[in-house]
């Protein structure tokens, strides 16, 4: 398979070649959008910071999603509150608005060209349950003050005019689309200039107690950091990585498919608004980037659900199947276009949904922020805030981050 679109497209890191330093503040392990995201906040808190990547800089799933910044976790609000009731669905979502907005602020103060279109999002019905929930969903929302607006099934034409066979659709302002790889690599580079090494070609194998107050990071080429503290933000990757067996238990994989179209005529092209769509409960995606139709789901639809596999250089053809059926259903208009391309990226999900935040229970010195269960867009900037300021002040201000403690499942 060649490398995903979004890899291909975004320029590099400038290599760091200097000696890995012998003794760091913070090490993190993985440079997908979580460790960067750490990295920054920590480097702009004034701590030292070293990002050890396997590969390069969102090699994984941070170069290979669809690039949508969804609110909720890809939830809709009603399912929110019914998991977790009222007052922390509240708390989630302005998590997940802090996090969008930040991101936003972020991109737009560095001149990050990644695309960033803010123009909101779709949520489109794909049944009459799906359609009752999202009238449910609005209910709530509007009690709550959050900002959406829910249309018939005859208004979708006037926001998504190539849209087929759907029931409703809830408008989210809150919700963007970015060009993922060039986003992360956009922050990489802004935390280098706050002061954190970013190395890439950096693959951990061991993370080993040295002492009572530090850890000992060793690289599979023999090099080793000294730290106070090590963050896992390898994914779920980090379950072989966690010698505790905590991630193992708390962490499992799961991989996700795309295809982008050839690009699209004129014509075609202008029956799509540049935003974050999604149907089926956030299980089918897809948005327009540069003129190509880019979509992904469908794991649903074959057995497994593509639970518990590893490899993102490879994807499944009976996803590709039915991907194509859902894209010749709902969008007609794209039904003589085809895909040419085609990836997949694996990602962690966790038992209740939620992402892990903070200390690993029994492990002194070791912090996780990974398991975002296919939103880390949604999530990791804030989150990496978060992490910093539990770093440096010993909490978090955000009420939100008691939800993502990993001690909830000791
Ligand atoms: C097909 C697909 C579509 C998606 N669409 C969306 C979307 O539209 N919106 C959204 O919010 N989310 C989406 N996601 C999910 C999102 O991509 C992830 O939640 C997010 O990228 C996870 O970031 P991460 O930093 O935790 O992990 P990763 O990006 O996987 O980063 C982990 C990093 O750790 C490195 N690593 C692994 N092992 C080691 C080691 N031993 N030593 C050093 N480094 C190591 C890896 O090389 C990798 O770079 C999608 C995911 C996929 C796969």
Redesign the pocket.
């Known amino acids: 398979m060649p490398a995903p679109l979004f890899l291909r497209e975004a320029d590099a890191l400038p290599r760091d070649e200097a000696p890995l330093p012998a003794q760091a503040d913070v090490v993190i ?9 750490t990295a920054l906040a920590l480097a702009r808190a004034g701590v030292s910071a070293v990002v ?19 609110l909720g976790l ?1 939830e809709h609000y009603n399912r929110i509150v019914g998991q977790l009731g009222r007052e922390r669905a509240r708390l989630l979502w302005d998590y997940i608005l802090r996090n969008n907005q930040a991101m936003k602020d972020e991109i737009a103060a560095a001149g990050n060209a990644c695309g960033l279109e803010s123009r909101g999002g779709l949520r489109l019905s794909c049944s009459e349950h799906e359609q009752r929930e999202l009238e449910e969903a609005s209910a709530l929302m509007r009690e709550d003050g959050i900002p959406h607006e829910l249309l018939p099934a005859e208004a979708i034409g006037r926001v998504l005019p190539a849209a087929r066979g759907f029931h409703g659709v809830l408008r989210l302002p809150g919700e963007a ?1 970015v060009q ?1 790889a060039a986003m ?1 690599r956009g922050f990489a580079l802004r935390a280098r200039e706050a002061g954190a090494r970013i190395v890439e070609g ?4 061991a993370i080993e107690r040295d002492g009572d107050d530090a850890s000992r990071v060793v ?2 080429d023999g090099r080793a950091i000294r730290c106070a503290m090590v963050v896992h ?6 379950r ?2 966690d010698a505790s067996g905590f991630l193992k238990a708390q962490v499992f994989p799961f ?4 295809h982008a179209t050839a690009v699209l005529p004129d014509a075609i092209a202008a029956q799509f608004p540049p935003c ?1 769509m999604s149907t089926h409960f956030c299980y089918e ?1 897809f ?1 327009v980037h540069e003129k190509r139709f880019v979509v ?1 789901g469908m794991r649903w639809s074959v057995p497994g659900e593509q639970l518990g596999i590893l490899d ?1 250089q490879n994807h499944d053809d009976r996803v590709s199947v039915n991907l194509r059926a859902f894209v010749d259903r709902h969008f007609p208009a794209l039904a003589a276009i085809p895909f040419v391309e085609a ?6 999900g966790t038992h209740d949904a939620l992402p892990l935040l903070g200390a690993l229970p029994g492990r002194p010195g070791v912090m996780a ?12 900037f804030e989150a990496g805030r978060s992490l910093a300021q539990i770093v440096v002040d010993g909490k978090a201000s955000h009420p939100a981050v008691a939800l993502f403690a990993p001690r909830r499942f000791a």
Do not use: H, K
Request: net charge neutral.
């Open positions: 392990a993985g440079g997908g959008i979580a460790g960067i995201s050890l990547e396997a590969e390069v800089v969102a090699a994984r799933a941070s170069g290979r999603n669809d690039g949508q910044m969804l890809g689309i993922p992360v950096a693959r951990v194998v690289l599979a933000c390898t994914s779920t990757l980090a072989e990585l991989r996700g498919q795309i974050a995606y948005r992904g993102d990836w997949s990226g694996i990602m962690a922020l990974l398991g975002f269960n296919g939103y880390g867009l949604s999530f990791a």
